[in-house]
């Protein structure tokens, strides 16, 4: 014979702890509705601010990237003042861009092979303190050490080609950049140190000959 079904009182609901819960969340509620819409609200304008931020980089990128490419055109042309301009307004409308970053390279570039050295070391001093693209750092303190050269800076000249060397990743190159060390190591009385840095290149076996002639050579000074 089947029981009949219990019947809640109000002090039973009351004693229910599940039930219990439910009322309190419900009273909470009802108690912080428009703090709880305020959180609501606020975490939907991050959301969608985030989206805005995001599709509004995007744009930039692509502007900025846009704006990079006519100046390099400009530079295959041999239109070296209209790139200037083109960088130089690239810099100043997008920054925090990875063309801006790109853009101080040729900016820096553009003057080095103007003979404007001022400010080419300006433009390519800025890049090499925060690029993010290894392959132009070894050829932006190639640039920067001879510039240094030109002022007779050799130590500084030293220690850029060192930095060079450091950040390549072709043998070819540096090696090339370790002779050019071991030259001024050796122009600057400092015999042991370029008779080190030469015997280590013909002591390669993939070094080319015409690099290892080269090392030849200044080991034939440090004996003399």
């Known amino acids: 014979m089947l029981k009949p079904k219990k019947k809640f009182s109000k002090k039973d609901i009351k004693q229910d702890p599940f039930l219990e819960k439910v009322d309190k969340a419900e009273a909470y509620f009802e108690t912080n509705r428009q703090q709880i819409f305020q959180v609501i609200a606020a975490l939907l304008v991050i959301f969608f601010g985030y989206q805005f931020i ?57 003057y080095f092979d103007q003979k404007i050295y001022s400010d080419a070391k300006t433009q390519l001093s800025l890049f090499a303190e925060s690029s993010s693209v290894p392959a132009l750092i070894p050829p932006t303190y190639i640039m920067l050490a001879e510039i240094a050269l030109g002022e007779n800076l050799i130590e ?47 002591n390669q076996e993939f070094a080319s000959d015409k690099l290892k002639d080269s090392a030849k050579e200044i080991l034939g000074k440090t004996n003399s």
Request: no cysteine; proline share 1%; hydrophobic share 35%.
């Open 156 to 202: 500084e000249a030293i220690s850029l080609y060192t930095k060079a060397k450091s950040k390549s990743t072709l043998s070819h190159q540096k090696n090339e950049l370790a002779l050019y060390i071991a030259h001024l190591e050796l122009f600057q009385g400092n015999s042991e140190k370029a008779q080190s840095i030469a015997q280590e290149i013909v």
């Open 54 to 110: 995001s599709n509004s980089n995007e744009t930039k990128n692509i502007e900025a990237n846009s704006l990079l490419s006519q100046a390099l055109v400009a530079i295959e042309k041999g239109d070296n003042d209209n790139a200037i301009v083109q960088f130089e307004s690239l810099i100043q409308k997008y920054p925090n861009t990875d063309s801006e970053e790109i853009a101080y390279y040729y900016l820096g570039k553009t």
